[in-house]
């Protein structure tokens, strides 16, 4: 079990815990990095043997306290973290396709296998014509 609690909180939390587990868990607490304006948030992480009764009572506790995730069984967690890491790895090369394609579809736009000679790009010619565009017509919607 794991969640996401405020930082006064975790003692009675903590006690609420062993209490109604009878010393039979692990509780892990790590506090976040918060800004100034902000309440100190702490992670915590319940470790306990599977029992109906035990995820019950803990369950309670925490749903108690805010909103809490039900963390997959240890054997299972490493097959989780692969997924997760192949999942990060598609979305990078996603992102770097996407990249790739973009450059690509600029300079085919911009023409620059065309014409050597030039010095400025097309794309920066068609930015400073809509400049000057929206210029002359927040002038023009100025007079009555």
């Not at 903590?14 to 209490?19: A, D, H, V």
């Not at 010619?125 to 100025?142: T, V």
């Amino acid at each position: 079990m794991a969640g996401v609690i405020d930082t006064i909180a975790v003692v009675q939390l903590r006690r609420l815990i062993f209490r109604g587990t009878k010393g039979q868990s692990y509780m892990y607490i790590q506090e976040l990095e918060h800004e100034e304006d902000e309440d100190p948030k702490s992670v915590y992480i319940i470790v306990f043997w599977e029992g109906a009764r035990t995820r019950e009572k803990i369950e309670n506790i925490c749903r108690s306290f805010g909103e809490s995730v039900n963390l997959p069984p240890l054997a299972e967690i490493d097959n989780k973290l692969k997924e997760q890491e192949k999942a990060i790895e598609d979305g990078k090369n996603v992102f770097e396709e996407t990249r790739r394609q973009l450059r690509e579809q600029l300079i085919a736009f911009d023409k620059i296998e065309d014409d050597e000679d030039r010095t400025s790009s097309t794309i920066y010619i068609y930015k400073m014509f809509m400049a000057k565009e929206k210029a002359l017509y927040q002038n023009l919607n100025m007079m009555k």
